[in-house]
């Protein structure tokens, strides 16, 4: 029987796109939907032993006990084939971040510990979010809110997205000390955030007007970056409410609807996990 500790980092500790910070991610296995219907996925308690027989069962366990209300811990006895576990758990680890867009970016640690055997194991994780299931909802009704009031008789799709653009740039600012990191803290601390939490509140407006959308991890201007895709007909496009943001008294739109080749001037990003973006 042997005992091995590993943890890794939330999808980012101290990102900035306008000043330099150190950070980590570990990017998807693969493209996916922003999130899974609710319904697909049994209910699992946090705190609780659950046993799995395949390392993508396991994965599902401990992504529906986040999904109860952010979970913060859960056991999988897992039974076959444990002689490549740690190298198991690091995939499991990209499967969860793939399932929820927003899951995956409100994450901010997620660390593990196990015993096992040659055949056996049990594995214990333990997450730590940067919003509480409160503030998370508290972000997903005044996004509702927010768009209700946006919305206009004959308005087009690009421009309730420019309107949901301008409304992220107006209602939050940039947070140079990068220590707020969620959507919450732009609307309740003080209207500061660093990128991430300006992707996670552009995202939930945009899923609260009805469109497919992505966050999107990679790099801008030399600094781990994140933004969105949305998709507008049969079209994705990316646009990034933080850059545009800029410090201007008015809202910018050099990244509001643009393709994959105008944003790759200084974007970059896997693009065999995102859709295309070809304008």
Known sequence: MKIIRSAFKGWFRGIAAAAAAAAWIAAPVQASAASEPAAAAA??????AYAADSFEEAGSIVYGVMKQAYG?????????????LAKQLDKLFKQVGSKDDYMRFV?????????????????????EYWETAEQSEYVRKT?????????????????????????VIGRFAYDYSLS?????????????????????????????????????YGDSKGSKHVWNLVKLGDSW?????????????????????????????????VRSEYPAARG
Not at 43 to 48: E, M, P, R
Not at 72 to 84: A, I, L
Not at 143 to 167: C, F, N, Y
Not at 191 to 202: D, E, I, N, P
């Open 43 to 48: 209910v699992y308690a946090a705190g609780g």
């Open 72 to 84: 913060t811990s859960v056991t999988v006895n897992y039974t076959g084939d444990t002689s490549d």
């Open 107 to 127: 994450l901010k640690k997620m660390s593990w510990s196990w015993t096992s055997t040659r055949n056996q194991a049990s594995i214990t994780f333990k997450m």
């Open 143 to 167: 996004a509702k809110e927010a768009v209700d009031s946006l919305v206009k008789p004959g308005m087009t799709d690009r421009q309730l997205v420019k309107a949901i653009h301008d409304w």
């Open 180 to 216: 707020s990191h969620s959507a919450y803290d732009g609307l309740a601390k003080g209207g500061s955030t660093v990128c991430q939490g300006y992707a996670l509140m552009t995202q939930r407006m945009l899923e609260a007007a009805g469109f497919d959308s992505r966050i999107v």
């Open 237 to 269: 496009l990316h646009l990034d409410t933080t850059l545009d943001e800029g410090g201007a008294a008015k809202p910018g739109t050099a990244y509001l609807l643009v393709s994959d080749d105008a944003i790759s001037k200084d974007h970059s990003w």
